[in-house]
């Protein structure tokens, strides 16, 4: 029998040895980003590519804002910063210099009979030449100068008015190669750095956060302000959140433990043959979950920190019964108990990895391997390290268990007070049945939010610098061709116009604003035409134009129909904001998107999800709105399989024990109704990660009742019980602290959950068990 402990010890080191190289030779990458945890929800194919499309948008560009109190002060500012960038060459470019916009400007002047302004195109549309003929006289007569205007190639200064209505939604001009933001009180002029990588790339965060840092800090010593906007600070500050409760909670796990086992065992080889369980499970835990997934979150390693308290529990009991018995009598004696432990455990798991988050899924294969893994080398192992531990008198059991059970002891047993039973089923009745009734569901996904205020603020104020006010929802226009979308775009427009001119939509950014269609281009030159025929003869006569300078200004008319082509458009700087608009999508067609401002009421998100609904062409997308819709539909799934869940495992071990089953099944299902009670008290409701976390209750405390009526008695059961529950409330319960609301929501279950069964589980059990 000892030579098969050996050999298996053996050939599970070698396995454990092999899978660690494996993962080591791959290198998996690690991820931070908080909506890698989300579900891929159900949209169509168009709707999929334009988020992400949206998403690296923003995702891979920094904004540096810098103000101060004078123009030439944030000049200088801007040069001394660009020069302290320069040594991320390589890992990201950035953009300060651009082209004068007066050249930019100028390219569309040959287009200036196809581009008009949408208050100059509405009033010739129903025939009123009086207001742009007016408009052009003030403009000639007055102090202020009409811009670029020729009152013979553009009598009527129809370029100046379109450039004007252009410039009133631009919040970023050119200033002598500089970009200015005009939004903002103080003299200020933006940055744009754009990552090279995934700004949840660990090593690319290393490399810019410690510089951006010091740029601001250096700058703010000087007076001047500096401010950004990204993706890359929530990711970074997120990132290091993680890292400090990885190492807060597994630190604190840890240094606990080893005190409990000191102050129970009295001895250091325990220590050691308790935690190397823990430790080859959690090695085993990333190297497998590695190999699994393309990518491993952080919050998945710092949930498997809590691994510490749930596999310690096998361990614990081992060693505690080695002091009374041999290595192979324990595994002898252990064996169907850790079987069902690990059996219920794996399935309360494994839950998870039906769940469609990629994070629940790596968190169930971690957690799932990893107790696989400290299970067998409790079994495998243990029994070759312990022999030494019982002493000559193998009935001397340990002080603290003797103590402890006289403290059990103490407690009154259920099957002798059936008063006091019924009680607490109706209790537990009455909290269900209320919980259901009026507990509130909370599925928001800013509830996944980990920013602190000061950063949300600061990129706030940025992105108001730049206009882009811009609401989660926004509208997507498709077609089958360039200019199909732009005609379904400008139609949709007049809808969305109503909304602004109804103070219901604060304003949108269009493609269509600033590249109309073919079809439009070539009507306004014929509105521009019936503009000449009915009011160039007075404006000549009220400016005084010869007969020859008014044959001019027609022949600047018909030499300057020509329409401004996408190509033409898109080489110009102003098209940049609208990238790849124009570019062919995966799914066939074309597809814009117009970006909604400001606020938006319930009453003006209704009518703009019944717009989008009665046209084939338009889609309404709701980032937020649809995640927090994916968190409820799945929280209602994951609610349904803890119930099949609860249904298999009291099937299983019913058939193990018969009527006694509700002695191992009712201080779980208890503890976690009680568990999610506080959660809703505390929060105001509950979410999928509270229901989730519930599974983790459900399967650590059917461990801790089956261990209890397995061991019939056993004088140090409840001792490796109590241990255990201290080890676990220590991991998980150290969640509750956690500033990362994923981490926080487990914990906040976890705590008094197992608090409640610990406490429940020794009324549980029959007055008429042997005693050793």
């Not at 908080?34 to 949206?54: G, H, S, T």
């Not at 129809?158 to 970009?179: G, P």
């Not at 129909?561 to 124009?582: F, H, N």
Request: aromatic share 8%; net charge neutral.
């Amino acid at each position: 029998m000892k030579m098969n402990f050996k050999l298996g010890a053996l050939i599970w080191a070698i396995i454990i040895l092999v899978i660690c190289i494996f993962a080591a030779l791959k290198q998996t990458a690690v991820d931070t980003s908080i909506m890698a945890l989300l579900p891929k929800y159900d949209q169509k194919p168009l709707v999929n590519e334009l988020q992400e499309q949206q998403t690296a948008e923003y995702a891979n560009h920094v904004f540096i804002m810098v103000s101060a109190d004078n123009k030439q002060s944030a000049r200088s500012a801007v040069n001394t910063i660009s020069s302290e960038l320069d040594v991320l060459v390589g890992i990201a470019d950035l953009t300060q210099f651009v082209d004068s916009s007066s050249t930019q400007m100028d390219a569309l002047y040959p287009f200036r009979f196809a581009l008009l302004s949408d208050s100059v195109t509405k009033k010739l549309q129903i025939k009123d030449y009086e207001g742009p003929f007016q408009s052009a006289l003030n403009a000639l007569f007055s102090p202020i100068g009409a811009g670029k205007a020729d009152p013979i190639k553009d009598p009527f200064f129809l370029y100046s008015d379109m450039l004007l209505e252009q410039k009133i939604n631009i919040q970023v001009k050119i200033e002598d190669t500089l970009l200015r933001l005009t939004n903002v009180e103080k003299p200020s002029y933006l940055l744009v750095l754009e990552l090279h990588k995934n700004p949840f790339d660990l090593p690319t965060q290393d490399h810019v956060m410690p510089v951006l840092k010091k740029i601001q800090q250096h700058m703010g010593e000087q007076g001047i302000r500096v401010s950004y906007s990204g993706l890359l600070l929530h990711a970074a500050k997120g990132a290091e959140q993680a890292k400090f409760e990885i190492s807060t909670i597994g630190l604190g796990s840890l240094l606990g433990i080893v005190l409990i086992i000191l102050l129970v065992f009295r001895r250091i080889v325990p220590l050691f043959q308790v935690l190397l369980p823990v430790m080859v499970g959690c090695l085993v835990a990333v190297a497998v979950t590695c190999l699994w997934f393309e990518r491993i979150h952080l919050i998945t390693i710092a949930f498997g920190a809590g691994l510490v308290g749930v596999a310690v529990d096998y361990s614990m009991h081992f060693v505690c019964e080695s002091y009374l018995y041999t290595g192979v009598a324990v595994v002898r004696k252990l064996f169907s108990g850790l079987l069902l432990g690990l059996i219920s455990s794996v399935l309360a798991y494994g839950g998870l990895a039906l769940t469609p988050f990629p994070g629940l899924q790596q968190i169930a294969v971690f957690s799932a391997t990893g107790l696989i893994a400290a299970w067998l080398t409790v079994l495998l192992f243990l029994p070759l390290m312990t022999t030494k531990n019982a002493p000559k008198n193998k009935q001397r059991p340990l002080p603290a268990a003797l103590i402890l059970n006289r403290c059990k002891d103490a407690f009154p047993t259920l099957d002798k007070y059936p008063k006091m039973a019924s009680v607490l089923v109706i209790t537990v009745g009455f909290i269900s049945v209320g919980l259901f009734f009026w507990a509130t569901p909370q599925d928001s996904v800013r509830l996944l939010q980990t920013s602190p205020p000061a950063l949300l603020q600061e990129d706030q104020r940025v992105q108001q610098a730049l206009g882009n006010s811009v609401n989660s929802a926004f509208l997507i226009v498709s077609g089958s061709s360039r200019e199909a979308m732009l005609e379904n775009e400008e139609l949709f427009r007049q809808q969305l116009d109503s909304l602004v001119q109804n103070d219901r939509l604060a304003s949108y950014q269009a493609i269509s604003q600033s590249l109309p269609s073919l079809q439009r281009q070539r009507q306004n030159i014929a509105l521009v035409t019936q503009l000449y025929q009915a009011k160039l003869d007075a404006y000549a006569h009220a400016i005084g134009l010869s007969d020859s300078q008014k044959t001019l200004a027609y022949q600047s008319l018909q030499e300057n129909q020509q329409t401004l082509s996408p190509e033409t458009w898109s080489a110009l700087a102003m098209s940049a904001q609208w990238q790849g608009v124009l570019e062919p999508r995966s799914t066939g067609g074309y597809a814009s998107v117009i970006r909604l401002q400001g606020h938006l009421s319930e009453a003006t998100i209704r009518q703009l999800q019944a717009d989008a609904a009665a046209d084939n062409n338009i889609n309404y997308v709701d980032q937020v709105a649809d995640i927090s819709a994916t968190l409820a539909q799945y929280r209602t799934k994951v609610a349904e399989w803890l119930f099949i869940a609860y249904g298999i495992i009291t099937v299983l071990l019913f058939f193990r024990y018969r009527l006694d089953i509700w002695r191992v099944m009712l201080p779980p299902i208890t503890g976690s109704i009680i568990a999610l009670s506080c959660a809703v008290l505390i929060n105001g409701g509950y979410n999928i990660f509270n229901l989730v976390a519930l599974m983790l209750v459900f399967g650590i405390g059917l461990d801790m009742g089956i261990f209890l009526q397995e061991s019939r008695g056993g004088v140090h059961t409840w001792l490796a019980v109590s241990l255990s529950t201290l080890t676990s409330l220590l991991a998980f319960g150290l969640l509750a602290l956690s500033q990362t609301p994923v981490l926080y929501h487990f914990g906040i279950i976890v705590l008094p959950g197992l608090l409640v069964i610990w406490l429940l589980s020794p009324l549980m059990q029959t007055s008429q068990l042997e005693t050793r």
